[in-house]
T-cell receptor
Framework: AQSVTQLGSHVSVSEGALVLLRCNYS??????LFWYVQYPNQGLQLLLK??????LVKGINGFEAEFKKSETSFHLTKPSAHMSDAAEYFC???????????FGKGTTLSVSS | NAGVMQNPRHLVRRRGQEARLRCSPM?????VYWYRQLPEEGLKFMVY????????ESGMPKERFSAEFPKEGPSILRIQQVVRGDSAAYFC????????????????FGAGSRLTVL
């Protein structure tokens, strides 16, 4: 079954530092991959999606992710963290039935000044 | 252009009562998905519906939980005889109506309904 694993349930960075949030997918090459962000007491918002058109995907708020088949990874990065980036981030992949997205357990990003 | 609307945002029930959560999808969307979020567990898929049809309910508990998406009106997630373990945030998402769901369809989420069972 398709699945994603997010390494690290909590990541802490200083403002201005590089953000790296890790996501690995199951060995079956997924047609699509997604990153969503959830701010406190809100729903999930799409950050970016991979649709095989390009391996480096740029999203909103300065985030990007690179699809690496050899590493079965789709890590999310941002060169310089802002305080406003503090949130929970979810990686997701379509389930095999194609009827829903399967989410990872999430990574909480904390940004300190 | 309202997004996905969920209500109530917060619901408190005592054990044994019923909880009804409502979701109105984005305009033009006829696919609705329900997810449950528990702390440290991420989002768990519950059910996928189209108008008047349940397409995939593989994530729904076998008892006490049901969902519908009638021809008119919002989608309803119903939990009968609630127990403390049902306390969670329940999120609804919708996607556009073209064809079957494919991974390229983007899910748009509501702000969630937070159920607390006393």
């Amino acid at each position: 079954a398709q699945s994603v694993t997010q390494l690290g349930s909590h990541v802490s960075v200083s403002e201005g530092a590089l953000v790296l949030l890790r996501c690995n997918y199951s060995s079956s090459v997924p047609p699509y991959l997604f990153w969503y962000v959830q701010y406190p007491n809100q729903g999930l918002q799409l950050l970016l999606k991979y649709t095989s058109a390009a391996t480096l995907v740029k999203g909103i708020n300065g985030f990007e992710a690179e699809f690496k088949k050899s590493e079965t990874s789709f890590h999310l990065t941002k060169p310089s963290a802002h305080m406003s980036d503090a949130a929970e981030y979810f990686c997701a992949v379509p389930g095999e039935a194609g009827t829903a997205l399967i989410f990872g357990k999430g990574t909480t990003l904390s940004v300190s000044s | 252009n309202a997004g996905v609307m969920q209500n109530p945002r917060h619901l408190v029930r005592r054990r044994g009562q019923e909880a009804r959560l409502r979701c109105s999808p984005m305009k033009g969307h006829s696919h609705v998905y329900w997810y449950r979020q528990l702390p440290e567990e991420g989002l768990k898929f519950m059910v996928y519906l189209q108008k008047e049809n349940i397409i995939d309910e593989s994530g729904m508990p076998k008892e006490r939980f049901s969902a519908e998406f009638p021809k008119e009106g919002p989608s309803i997630l119903r939990i009968q005889q609630v127990v403390r373990g049902d306390s969670a945030a329940y999120f609804c998402a919708s996607s556009p109506s073209w064809g079957e769901f494919s991974g390229a369809n983007v899910l748009t989420f509501g702000a969630g309904s937070r159920l607390t069972v006393l």
